[in-house]
């Protein structure tokens, strides 16, 4: 136990004392001007230090959990980064990559994306996710600095990346403006060249002055995506394969109780959040900015040992053991995102956010309504 309590319903520890997944910022800057974009930093060119991968490297090296870690580039943007520094980045992580202990992703609104960029993913295995809302007026909310439609661009990078042969993800955030044309996101994504699969996130309360969308409508959006599956629609969405694999661990008999990861992201300058990659770059008095130490200082473990000591950490199992003893939905949910509870209410103790009603429960409920439409909606 590593001193941050269990989960009362199961035993388990709540937060894992090791991490399978590591977010990184090589830089805080995007080249873009999104709506509904929550970061602070984000107009900022600090740009991280080869020391701090370095030491992201030990600390991976220095946990020798047994499995791989999935190094995740985000940002800000960061293709952002020049791409001379990004193989700098890289280096410390290759004896751990090519031992297979480290696979690296990144997050990108493909923007800036070009036949350099593509070579360094072939050669370094990179998974690659792009962000992009829609075709057109469905992607309205991801402008640049000048106010000017990204789509045009963001397809540029795409087909630059299936021309190299790189399958790729995506995410794609639906907005009240979007949300009532799930057809036409489903038609968009189909016909998308290298297009490998895609996320819905429906649009989070995280600082932007947002109207949130409507549980009912949210709903909606559901009802018709697995109505486009079980009409035999070849795209691959992430949200419905997720209920899928739940469904089937269930009546296997092998239902993930495994402690919440707590997903340490490391921001440019080698400082340390845990549980929510949101978290980062936000100033918070109250919580310490949410800071667990600098990577620069003291291995991920060490501050992982000592999570507890963590205000927003141990609301966070509180809001947990909340969610396990009182909600239906928690065994697929797992308690929702910290940086929902955050954004939303401004503490880690609620048990119930928008985000679990709009992602989570009106999936859950869409997909039961399905299976027993003479029911109707539960």
Do not use: K
């Amino acid at each position: 136990m590593n001193g941050i309590g269990v989960i009362n319903a199961t035993g388990q520890p709540a937060v894992a004392s090791s991490f399978h997944t590591l977010v990184v910022q090589p830089t805080s800057f995007c080249n873009l001007d999104c709506t509904y974009c929550y970061l602070p930093d984000r107009r900022s060119r600090r740009l991280m230090e080869v020391a701090v991968a370095q030491a992201c490297a030990e600390s991976i090296a220095q946990q020798n959990s047994g499995h791989p870690v999935s190094v995740v580039w985000h940002g800000g943007e960061p293709t952002a980064t020049p791409i001379g520094l990004f193989r700098e980045l890289l280096a410390p992580f290759e004896e751990l990559r090519r031992a297979g202990m480290v696979r690296h992703e990144i997050q990108t609104n493909a923007t800036l994306i070009n036949r350099q960029w593509c070579e360094l993913f072939t050669a370094y295995g990179f998974e690659v996710g792009v962000s992009i809302d829609g075709p057109g007026a469905l992607n309205r909310n991801r402008l640049d600095r000048a106010g000017n439609p990204t789509d045009t661009r963001t397809r540029r990078g795409m087909q630059a990346l299936a021309d190299a042969g790189l399958g790729y993800s995506v995410i794609c955030v639906v907005t009240p403006e979007t949300i009532d044309h799930a057809e036409a996101l489903v038609d968009f994504f189909t016909g998308l060249p290298g297009c490998e699969s895609v996320g819905f996130n429906i649009e989070e309360q995280e600082g932007a002055d947002r109207i949130p969308v409507p549980e009912d409508a949210a709903y909606r959006f559901w009802q018709r995506l697995i109505a486009r599956r079980v009409g035999g629609s070849p795209l691959r969405i992430r949200d419905l394969d997720r209920l899928a694999d739940y469904l089937a661990a269930i009546r296997a008999g092998h239902v993930d109780h495994a402690p919440y990861e707590p997903i340490p992201t490391v921001s440019w300058n080698g400082q340390v959040v845990l549980l929510s990659p949101e978290l980062l770059g936000i100033t918070e008095p109250r919580y310490g900015d949410f800071i667990a130490g600098n990577v620069l200082h003291q291995p991920i473990t060490a501050m992982l040992a000592r999570a507890g000591d963590l205000r927003y950490v141990n609301e966070f199992v509180t809001a947990l053991n909340d969610c396990a003893s009182h909600c239906s939905f928690y065994d697929f949910c797992r308690g929702a995102q910290a940086g929902n509870r955050y954004f939303e209410h401004a503490t880690f103790t609620v048990r119930e956010t928008t985000y679990c009603r709009t992602t989570r429960q009106a999936l859950v409920r869409a997909a039961a309504d399905h299976l027993t439409p003479q029911g109707g909606r539960s």
